[in-house]
């Protein structure tokens, strides 16, 4: 396996996470997440947002609405819903569960 394949496999498992995360502050449109995604460097494209947004949406974690947009055609808003707050919350504290764990493991503090 390369290292970028290595890395794209670890990005796809924590990208829905972040898209997530990014919604808890503030509704957005697609353009919106993809470049804040790529400003972290989690470089992503349109085909591979859209599939994730439509499976969080169809569990019911976010919701849209569509708004007229200044420029060009109405944009479709992502928000949370109140599930889609609680999964995070239980993403936030599994994130961090996992972070401690592989720290001790690396470190060989596995007490």
Same mark, same amino acid.
């Given at each position: ?10 990005r796809k498992g ?40 439509? +499976? ?11 708004? *007229? ?7 479709k808003y992502y ?17 961090? *569960? ?5 720290? +001790?493991? +690396? ?5």
């Amino acid at each position: 396996m390369t290292d970028d394949n290595m890395k794209a496999q670890m990005r796809k498992g924590i990208l829905e996470y972040c898209i997530l995360s990014i919604l808890s502050r503030g509704d957005s449109y697609t353009p919106q997440i993809i470049a804040e995604l790529k400003q972290a460097e989690m470089i992503v494209v349109e085909g591979t947002l859209y599939p994730i947004l439509t +499976r969080q949406k169809n569990a019911g974690l976010l919701t849209y609405r569509w708004e *007229e947009s200044p420029q060009g055609p109405p944009r479709k808003y992502y928000s949370l819903t109140d599930k889609g707050r609680e999964h995070l919350a239980t993403l936030d504290k599994v994130w961090d *569960e996992l972070v401690e764990q592989t720290r +001790r493991i +690396r470190h060989g503090k596995t007490e």
